[in-house]
């Protein structure tokens, strides 16, 4: 599914066994894509999804994404974000999510997030979040690349009592 709008919410849903088929392909589950938008995930399961990025679903271009008591588990992306990819987003929240099982081959086996914007700069908060089992070449539980598109913006990454276990990057990063 493609969700464009200005306000997305999805609450107690399941979104399983999905495939995004295309190589440039986002969001084996869902996609969030519109420039503005508030999305907001509580209480899902996502689990055995497959995009070549975003495995399990994809947000983009998001004023403030706040995702909190999800699992995220089983999902698979060909290069970024296993479990799910967060881009250009100004503010991103993740709270008490499970977020297990998932593989990409670079970057974020659980979560890529790139929360950059280019006028306003980023934050990036995690609180409360069990994130285990994951595997990527970079990245084996989490890939968090909070950059500063250009001198003038800053980027920040707030974590608190997350649970970082038997995640696994095969080049070691």
Do not use: K, R
Request: charged share 5%; proline share 1%; no cysteine.
């Amino acid at each position: 599914a493609s969700i464009s709008a200005s306000t997305a919410t999805l609450t107690s849903n399941t979104i399983m066994g999905n495939t995004a088929n295309s190589s440039f392909s986002q969001g084996g589950g869902f996609v969030i894509t519109t420039s503005w938008t508030t999305a907001t995930l509580t209480s899902n399961t996502i689990t055995g999804n497959t995009a070549n990025s975003g495995g399990g679903f994809s947000i983009d271009y998001a004023v403030t994404a706040t995702l909190a008591n999800n699992s995220i588990t089983g999902n698979t992306a060909g290069s970024t974000g296993g479990g799910a990819i967060i881009d250009y987003i100004v503010t991103a929240t993740l709270i008490n999510n499970s977020i297990t099982g998932n593989t990409a081959n670079f970057g974020g086996g659980v979560v890529a997030i790139d929360a950059n914007h280019p006028l306003y700069g980023s934050t990036a908060t995690l609180i409360n979040n069990s994130i285990t089992g994951n595997t990527a070449s970079m990245g084996g539980g989490f890939d968090l690349s909070p950059w500063a598109y250009d001198n003038e913006t800053t980027n920040t990454a707030w974590l608190y009592n997350n649970l970082f276990w038997d995640n696994f990057a095969t080049d070691n990063q």
